[in-house]
């Protein structure tokens, strides 16, 4: 068998090669669903201001509006609409919808923009916009 | 004997699990969103109607099972990745699904009290 032999050691050229972007949607997938795990006990907490009373209620409504809860209550949407979005993606390359390159890397490029403008319409609904 | 001696039979099962866990925790979603867009909360009353409907209670629950089980394989996924020590890996394990059963408990409860 003959062996084709490659040059090594390899120099690669750092500046030219990057993840592609169905790789960057994926190390995306990943990170947003940690840190979604990591705060699921403060939403839990969120989720039972809002409930058990309508003093706990509005105690919640001035929490969340808080700069700073808020500027975390957008980052958890993003990673929400992100893993959401990217999971969708994920679902139709297991029933083989989409796996040829560049379909592959037009969804990739939609996953992050769409989840991108969704966070934006959520944030700006929050924040009373419109 | 037909002992099984490989370590990945689990992993279909996982595999299918996170998947359906997912199109409930989509389904959901959906359906939360548009009645949050609609309204939904506007007030604590009708905020609560919401939870404490028969049908969205169910949903809920389901809900708050697939975000637990969905969480325990992908967080057991990200140690398996980057942790090597299997001491350190393990007691994460643990950790991971103790805080997910407590989490899953806790919700359970916010919403059995409406």
């Not at chain 1, 990170?31 to 009373?53: D, H, K, M, R």
């Not at chain 1, 592959?104 to 700006?124: D, E, M």
């Not at chain 2, 409907?53 to 969905?70: D, E, K, N, Q």
């Amino acid at each position: 068998m003959p062996e084709i032999i490659k040059p090594r050691p390899k120099f690669l050229t750092l500046s030219q090669i990057h993840l592609p972007l169905p790789g960057f949607v994926s190390i995306l997938h990943r990170v947003s669903g940690a840190g979604l795990f990591l705060l699921l006990p403060w939403l839990i907490y969120l989720f039972q201001l809002s409930l058990t009373s309508p003093e706990t209620f509005e105690h919640f409504k001035t929490y969340v509006a808080h700069p700073l809860v808020k500027l975390i209550l957008f980052g958890l949407s993003w990673a929400f609409l992100h893993h959401f979005c990217a999971g969708i993606r994920f679902l139709l390359l297991d029933i083989q919808v989409g796996i040829e390159k560049p379909q592959a890397r037009a969804s990739a490029r939609a996953v992050l923009a769409i989840s991108l403008g969704l966070t934006v319409i959520v944030a700006l609904k929050f924040l009373e916009v419109f | 004997m037909n002992r099984i001696i490989v370590g990945a039979h689990y992993g279909l099962k996982d595999w299918l699990a996170q998947r359906i866990s997912a199109i409930v925790m989509a389904t959901y979603s959906v359906f939360i969103g548009i009645a949050l867009a609609s309204g939904g909360a506007a007030s604590y009353e009708s905020w609560r109607a919401l939870m404490s409907g028969s049908v969205t209670r169910f949903a809920t629950f389901l809900f708050i099972v697939s975000v637990c089980y969905h969480a325990w394989i992908g967080v057991r996924d990200i140690w398996m990745d980057y942790v090597n020590s299997v001491a350190v890996r393990l007691t994460l394990h643990v950790l991971t699904i103790l805080g997910l059963v407590g989490c899953a408990g806790w919700a359970v409860q916010i919403l059995w009290r409406l």
